[in-house]
């Protein structure tokens, strides 16, 4: 038997105003996406699928940009003018904030959650890097699944991006100092089951 031809498909435009709209996010029942203002402020905007009216996720006078939903709950990053930047989420059924777990956000910067079932993915920032961290919502803890600091010769720009059932996954640019020129870039995969990376 042979197998039909993957066929492309013309992409439809499903949010088009007229600002900039990037960094989509989306569950089975919801859409969240990052609108940039003509002064390159950035709010979350989200709306059931098939409605066409949108509102605004974030508080006035903040800043967000878009992390992970899972079913309507979403997580994303906020910050102030000053750049105080954490994690908060909202149940957009509702509209409504909620409560973020305490040890989530600490005073360093927490950046790029994702949501999936009772855990949590997101980066946070330490002295001279980053770590990536597993949060799990029903028994209160984390663990730091991956870490880096930069050195002399280079620097490491880590991003987690996406926690899905048992895996989770984030990509990892290595810099040069001296250059600032891309040495290599990789993406990981964790099974939260194995441990393993």
Known sequence: AT?????AVKPVVVVDTDKPEIRPAASTTYLAWIVVTPNDHVNVRAM????????????????????????STLIYEWFTPDRKSDLAMVDLSTQTEL?????VNTNSVEFSPSISGSHLLFGRGIRHGASIVLFDISSVTSEVIYSKTDTDRRSFFILPIQVNGNYAVWQQAI???KTEKVISADVFLYDITAATT
């Open 48 to 71: 059931a699928i098939g409605d066409d009216t949108s509102f605004r996720v974030n508080p006035k006078g903040t800043g967000a940009v878009t992390g992970g939903i899972d079913g």
């Open 99 to 103: 409560d973020v777990p305490d040890g």
């Open 175 to 177: 810099l040069s100092r």
């Open 3 to 7: 197998a039909a031809p993957a066929v």
